[in-house]
């Protein structure tokens, strides 16, 4: 776990300057969803080296850990992990093979389960994970053939209609929500993922053309097609939602729509929208409450993202919406957008009272385009903060941790532990520890030092601490995001 070293003290200094310095802008506040998408597909963002040895399984683990650290300390809190693929898997299942990404080759088995260690690795930094679910799409024709037997174009062709170039599950077919409820099931059941999260659930790009003519006969009931594709979409929405709150209801379930929902009073969405375009109304589960979060992409700029943030903000229903930026755009090699286009964004997005940002993807992020990695760190996210509140059956906070107690380890470190009398609260207890000069310790945003410790203990120097005439508080915080009452530690 992190040390407490005196460069905290440093950290506390240069935050209060900072924030100083750009007073025009809104707080950073507690509670942001800061959101980046860890793509898998072709390796884009991770893994770079192939598992085809232990050497280079061990590459390919501390390649994903040099990425975390990058991210913790530009107090990223939210890791949007590509799980399912396309049709293909980055753990070890019963129904679709291992994807290509990790070895070079479908169906061949990494040596190791990287979601198991992804999940353990970014718990241990005191992030969440979510395990990002390519939903609709299979995979594209020419591959089809390579992935072997366990792929949906054996175990369940008559779920597959080809599109574009690409098999895509048809949404109108009852079998398709049961195989997409026996994929979630599997990572749930599984894993200790914090959230599922869905992309791409909704029809296709062109989909006037979709082939699913003979579905809409089938099933239509006599609805308008437009209309009947959208209630397809919700349906799979509410069932895997439903199931998944069933088995773990702290499980954020989210997913990101077409950035645009619908044409909005004053501006159009000139014809790419979620709603009439891909039949995906993701607005109308923010109502009917089947989605905790969503991620819109708006990877766009001007009139083309404000008024549509703004749309996405007043129909949330209490819900939370994280707006996608679309930040692999500064890069020369795409739109070499200017890094005032982004910081505007996030300056509207935090000011309008949304719930945070979301970053596609990771590596435009850590390669530092435009100096945006360095802007994150040193200015806009000053201080760690927590994920917001979700919704839940009992808003009642845990219990404060007690019964601290200390053992001296090497040098001055000290391991400090407690105990919690809520500790066997359902799904678990995480914990945030607080430092400050000031005694009381405020659970402010500027004392937040350590979030969502996985443990009941820190480990600190201190001496460090009693130079930096620093002191300890620590909460507990449960899997909805409740926070107890701070118990305060001074020794």
């Known amino acids: 776990m992190k040390r407490f070293t005196v460069a905290l003290l440093t950290v506390?200094?240069?935050?209060?300057?900072?924030?100083?310095?750009?007073?025009?802008?809104?707080?950073?506040?507690?509670?942001?969803?800061?959101?980046?998408?860890?793509?898998?597909?072709?390796?884009?963002?991770?893994?770079?080296?192939?598992?085809?040895?232990?050497?280079?399984?061990?590459?390919?683990?501390?390649?994903?850990?040099?990425?975390l650290d990058q991210l913790k300390a530009c107090n990223i809190n939210t890791i949007l992990l590509q799980t399912r693929v396309r049709g293909s898997v980055?753990?070890?299942?019963?129904?679709?093979?291992?994807?290509?990404?990790?070895?070079?080759?479908?169906?061949?088995?990494?040596?190791?389960?990287?979601?198991?260690?992804?999940?353990?690795?970014?718990?241990?930094?005191?992030?969440?994970?979510?395990?990002?679910?390519?939903?609709?799409?299979?995979?594209?024709?020419?591959?089809?053939?390579?992935?072997?037997r366990n792929s949906l174009l054996h175990t369940h062709p008559e779920l597959l209609k080809k599109h574009n170039g690409q098999y895509y599950l048809d949404p109108g077919l009852p079998g398709t929500a049961d195989y997409l409820s026996r994929i979630v099931d599997e990572i749930v059941t599984q894993y200790d993922v914090d959230g599922i999260h869905f992309d791409y659930i909704r029809y296709p790009e062109e989909a006037a053309n979709f082939p699913d003519g003979a579905t809409y006969r089938k099933y239509g009931q006599g609805k308008p097609k437009a209309q009947w594709r959208r209630d397809n979409i919700t349906a799979i929405v509410r069932r895997l939602y439903r199931e998944v709150k069933a088995q773990k209801p702290w499980v954020v379930m989210s997913s990101s729509p077409v950035g645009k929902y619908r044409d909005v009073r004053r501006y159009s969405s000139r014809?790419?929208?979620?709603?009439?375009?891909?039949?995906?109304?993701?607005?109308?589960?923010?109502?009917?409450?089947?989605?905790?979060?969503?991620?819109?992409?708006?990877?766009?700029?001007?009139?083309?993202?404000?008024?549509?943030?703004?749309?996405?903000?007043?129909?949330?229903?209490?819900?939370?919406?994280?707006?996608?930026?679309?930040?692999?755009?500064?890069?020369?090699?795409?739109?070499?957008?200017?890094?005032?286009?982004?910081?505007?964004?996030?300056?509207?997005?935090?000011?309008?009272?949304?719930?945070?940002?979301?970053?596609?993807?990771a590596r435009f992020l850590l390669d530092n385009h435009k100096g945006l990695y360095d802007y994150l760190r040193d200015?806009?996210?000053?201080?760690?903060?927590?994920?917001?509140?979700?919704?839940?059956?009992?808003?009642?906070?845990?219990?404060?941790?007690?019964?601290?107690?200390?053992?001296?380890?090497?040098?001055?470190?000290?391991?400090?532990?407690?105990?919690?009398?809520?500790?066997?609260?359902?799904?678990?207890?995480?914990?945030?520890?607080?430092?400050?000069?000031?005694?009381?310790?405020?659970?402010?945003?500027?004392?937040?030092?350590?979030?969502?410790?996985?443990?009941?203990?820190y480990t600190y120097n201190r001496l460090n601490l009693l130079l930096s005439r620093l002191h300890l508080a620590v909460t507990a915080i449960d899997r909805w995001g409740n926070e107890s009452e701070p118990t305060q530690y001074d020794k």
């Open 271 to 361: 014809g790419w929208n979620a709603y009439d375009a891909v039949n995906q109304d993701a607005q109308g589960w923010l109502r009917e409450g089947i989605q905790d979060a969503l991620f819109p992409m708006m990877y766009f700029t001007g009139d083309h993202f404000y008024p549509f943030a703004a749309d996405w903000q007043e129909g949330s229903y209490g819900r939370h919406v994280a707006p996608g930026l679309g930040i692999y755009f500064l890069s020369p090699t795409e739109k070499d957008w200017s890094l005032s286009y982004i910081t505007r964004e996030l300056s509207y997005v935090r000011r309008q009272g949304l719930s945070g940002q979301a970053y596609f993807r």
């Open 90 to 148: 980055i753990y070890p299942s019963k129904l679709e093979p291992w994807d290509r990404c990790l070895t070079g080759t479908f169906g061949r088995m990494p040596g190791y389960d990287p979601l198991a260690f992804a999940i353990q690795e970014t718990h241990r930094r005191g992030m969440e994970l979510h395990a990002w679910v390519v939903t609709i799409p299979a995979f594209k024709t020419e591959v089809a053939k390579t992935m072997g």
């Open 12 to 67: 506390l200094l240069v935050s209060t300057y900072m924030r100083a310095q750009y007073a025009w802008e809104a707080e950073a506040p507690k509670r942001e969803l800061r959101a980046v998408w860890i793509t898998t597909l072709s390796g884009l963002d991770w893994p770079r080296a192939k598992a085809t040895g232990k050497a280079s399984v061990e590459q390919q683990k501390e390649e994903f850990c040099q990425m």
């Open 379 to 457: 200015h806009f996210y000053p201080h760690p903060a927590l994920p917001p509140v979700y919704q839940q059956p009992d808003g009642t906070p845990p219990a404060p941790p007690s019964g601290f107690s200390e053992v001296q380890l090497e040098g001055m470190m000290v391991k400090l532990s407690w105990t919690d009398a809520d500790a066997a609260r359902m799904g678990g207890l995480r914990y945030n520890v607080y430092a400050s000069a000031k005694k009381p310790v405020a659970p402010t945003p500027e004392n937040l030092i350590v979030p969502l410790l996985p443990q009941a203990s």
